[in-house]
C-alpha cells in the first residue's frame, strides 16, 4: 500500500492546528491514492499526542523522541524526517507551510531529492497521482502543478484545509525512529514577542491598518478593534515602510500572504501588492473615505466613512457582540 | 571574509500579472519592469556592509535568461566585486531543486568562501525554498529569514523570524542565511557604481562548464496551467452613519457571512 506521509510540527508539547490540517488533507487523499497515512512526531515526550494525530486520521506515528530533538534544529530535523522518508519510501510527503516547515522542507527535499510545491491551497488525486493548486506572484495568479516521480512532496497553507472530523476510536500504530540529532546552527534564545500570539498566516480573523490612520498614534485605534474580535494585527507596507509598526505585520507581496476568514482593511487604499496579499481571505471588509479605493473592488462589504468616526463604533458593536455570546 | 550573495531577477512586484499564450505561465511580455528580487537587495546590502566592515570580497551569482544579467549588473553597481551567470536552457526550463542544483555547482567554484547570504523568497515564485536547497547541496548549516546578523569570529549569531515572533540562533562559518524585510535598508547603486560596473567581471556558465549532467536538473515539479484569480463578488456598502454602519456590519458578519 502506497504512504503518504506528514509532518506533525507541535510546539510546547502540542499540535500546531495547522499539523492537523495537514492530516486531515492526507486522509482525504489517502482514499483517492489508495494509500495508509504515516505522520512524523519530533521530540521528546512528543508519544503522547499520537492519539490525537490517529483520531485526525494517521495510521502510523514514527515518534523521533530524542532528547537532543527538544529545540527546532534545521539539521537534525531534516535529518529524522529524512530517515522517515527513506524508510517508509512514501508516495506523497506533505508538510504545513509554517515558519518551521518553509525551513524544514526543502533541506528535507535536497537531500531526498524529491520535487517540492510550496504554499499549496488545494491537493487532489488525479490517476493515482497528485495534482495541486498554488497561489504566484503572492495571489495575482493561480498554478496547477504537477509531479514527476515521487515522493511527491508539498507545504500547505495554513488555514485553507478543513480540519476533519477527529475520531477518538481510531488507532495508529507508534514506532520510534531515531536520527542523529546533532545540528551545526541552532537556537540560543527565543525572543520574549513569541509567546502567546497568534501569527499572522494562522490567524482566522485579522484586523490591518493602512496610512489612512494618519499617523502611529492612531495605530491603538486598529488594535483596538483587533481587540475586540480576537484579531491579530496587520498593516500596510505603507505604513511598514514609514515605520510606525515591525515589519511583521505587513501583509502584501513583500510581507505576508494570508487567508483569514475575515480580514478588515482600515485606511488601506488597496494598492495592488497589498491586495496581492490578502485577497484570498473569505470575507474582506473595508473601511475607506475614498469610495474609488481600489479595495472596495476586492471586499464583499464596504463602508464609505472616516476611520477615526467608524473604528470606535465598530469596536464598540464588536465587543457588545462577542459579550452577548459569552 | 568572502560572501556569495544569490539574486534573482523577478517581476516588479508592481507588475499587473497576465498570463502567457501557453497558459502554464506568465507572459513575459506583459511584464514592464524587472527587478532584483526584494528579498535578494537585503541580501546584498547586508554582505556589503559585512564587507565594508570586516574586508574581503562579495559575488554575487544569479541562474536565467540573458535579461538575468540585469540583477547582477545591479548587484554590482550596489558594489558586490564580481559575478557569476548560470545561463543555459535547461536550467530556466528547470524547477526549484534543478536550479539550486546548478546554482550549487556555481557557488562550489567559488570556494572557500564564509558566507552565502540569499533572500528568503524569490518574489513571483513565491517558493521559499531556495535557501534550503543551496544549504543542503552545499552542506552548509542554514538559518533562515534574518532579521539581524553579527559575525564574530567564526560563527554568525542570527536574529530570525519565526511564527508569531522572534529567535536567536547561532552557526559556525561557513554558512547560509537568508535575508527577511527588516535586516537592513538597501542601498541605491550610485552612478559612479554604476559606471564602475560595467567593468566588473561577470563569469557565464552553462551545465557543461559546471559539469552538471541534464538528467539532474530536469524539472520533478511543472507548472502546467496557471490562471488568474476568480473575481471577487462586487462589494456591499453599508449605509447610514457610523453607529448604524458598524452594527449593521457586525449584524451581518454574524447573520449572513458567518465569520464572527
Request: with cysteine; glycine share 10%; charged share 20%.
Amino acid at each position: 500500500m502506497a504512504t503518504i506521509l506528514t509532518f506533525a510540527e507541535q510546539r510546547d508539547g502540542k499540535l500546531r492546528r495547522a499539523s492537523l490540517e495537514v492530516v486531515s488533507e492526507a486522509r482525504r487523499l489517502a482514499g483517492g491514492l489508495g494509500a495508509a497515512v504515516t505522520t512524523v512526531l519530533i521530540g521528546p515526550g512528543t508519544e503522547s499526542l499520537a492519539g490525537e494525530l490517529a483520531s485526525y486520521g494517521s495510521d502510523r506515528v514514527v515518534v523521533f523522541d530524542d532528547a537532543a530533538l527538544g529545540a527546532y534544529a534545521t539539521e537534525a530535523y531534516a535529518r529524522a524526517l529524512s530517515q522517515a522518508i527513506s524508510d517508509a519510501r512514501p508516495a506523497v510527503v506533505l508538510l504545513p507551510f509554517t515558519a518551521m516547515g518553509k525551513d524544514l522542507a526543502p533541506r528535507v527535499a535536497a537531500g531526498v531529492g524529491a520535487g517540492l510545491a510550496s504554499d499549496c491551497v488545494a491537493l487532489e488525486a488525479k490517476g493515482g497521482k497528485l495534482v495541486a493548486r498554488r497561489p504566484m506572484y503572492a495571489g495575482k495568479a493561480y498554478a496547477t502543478v504537477e509531479w514527476a516521480g515521487e515522493p511527491q512532496m508539498a507545504t500547505l497553507r495554513p488555514n485553507v484545509f478543513a480540519l476533519g472530523q477527529p475520531d477518538a476510536s481510531r488507532k495508529a500504530e507508534v514506532v520510534k525512529g531515531s536520527a542523529p540529532a546533532s545540528s551545526r546552527a541552532k537556537v540560543a534564545a527565543v525572543g520574549a514577542s513569541a509567546q502567546g500570539k497568534v501569527p499572522l498566516t494562522e490567524a482566522q480573523i485579522i484586523v490591518s491598518g493602512g496610512r489612512g490612520l494618519k499617523g502611529p498614534e492612531n495605530f491603538p485605534l486598529v488594535e483596538a478593534l483587533a481587540e475586540a474580535m480576537g484579531a491579530a494585527v496587520g498593516a500596510s507596507r505603507a505604513v511598514v515602510d514609514a515605520g510606525w509598526v515591525d515589519h511583521q505585520m505587513q501583509v502584501g507581496q513583500t510581507g505576508k500572504t494570508v487567508s483569514p476568514s475575515l480580514y478588515v482593511a482600515c485606511g488601506i487604499s488597496g494598492a495592488i501588492q497589498h491586495l496581492a496579499g490578502m485577497s484570498s481571505s473569505k470575507v474582506i471588509v473595508a473601511v475607506n473615505k475614498d469610495a474609488d479605493a481600489p479595495i472596495f473592488k476586492v471586499a464583499d462589504y464596504g463602508i464609505l466613512g472616516d476611520v477615526f468616526e467608524v473604528l470606535p463604533k465598530l469596536t464598540e458593536a464588536a465587543k457588545a457582540h462577542f459579550a452577548s455570546r459569552g | 571574509m568572502k560572501i556569495v550573495v544569490c539574486v534573482k531577477q523577478v517581476p516588479d512586484t508592481e507588475t499587473r500579472v497576465k498570463i502567457a499564450a501557453s497558459g502554464s505561465a506568465v507572459s513575459e511580455a506583459d511584464v514592464a519592469s524587472w527587478i532584483v528580487s526584494p528579498y535578494d537587495e537585503f541580501a546584498i546590502e547586508e554582505a556589503l556592509r559585512i564587507k565594508e566592515a570586516k574586508g574581503g570580497e562579495v559575488v554575487v551569482v544569479t541562474a536565467g535568461p540573458d535579461r538575468a544579467q540585469a540583477a547582477l549588473r545591479t548587484g554590482l553597481a550596489m558594489g558586490a566585486d564580481s559575478a557569476v551567470h548560470v545561463k543555459d536552457p535547461l536550467v530556466d526550463a528547470s524547477d526549484t531543486l534543478g536550479t539550486a542544483r546548478a546554482l550549487a555547482a556555481a557557488i562550489r567554484t567559488l570556494a572557500p568562501f564564509d558566507l552565502v547570504l540569499c533572500g528568503q523568497q524569490g518574489v513571483g515564485g513565491d517558493n521559499s525554498q531556495m535557501p534550503g536547497l543551496l544549504a543542503e547541496l552545499l552542506d552548509l548549516p542554514q538559518v533562515t529569514v534574518a532579521v539581524k546578523i553579527e559575525l564574530q569570529d567564526g560563527k554568525a549569531v542570527v536574529e530570525r523570524e519565526i511564527d508569531g515572533g522572534r529567535e536567536t540562533w547561532e552557526t559556525p562559518l561557513p554558512a547560509l542565511v537568508s535575508a527577511q524585510k527588516g535586516l537592513n535598508e538597501p542601498r541605491y547603486a550610485s552612478l559612479k557604481g554604476i559606471m564602475a560596473a560595467k567593468k566588473k567581471p561577470i563569469q557565464v556558465l552553462d551545465l557543461a562548464a559546471l559539469g552538471v549532467d541534464a538528467a539532474s536538473v530536469a524539472p520533478k515539479v511543472s507548472v502546467t496551467a496557471m490562471e488568474l484569480p476568480p473575481a471577487r463578488p462586487a462589494v456591499r456598502m453599508i449605509e447610514g452613519d457610523p453607529q448604524t454602519q458598524a452594527k449593521e456590519l457586525v449584524r451581518l458578519l454574524h447573520e449572513e457571512a458567518k465569520v464572527i
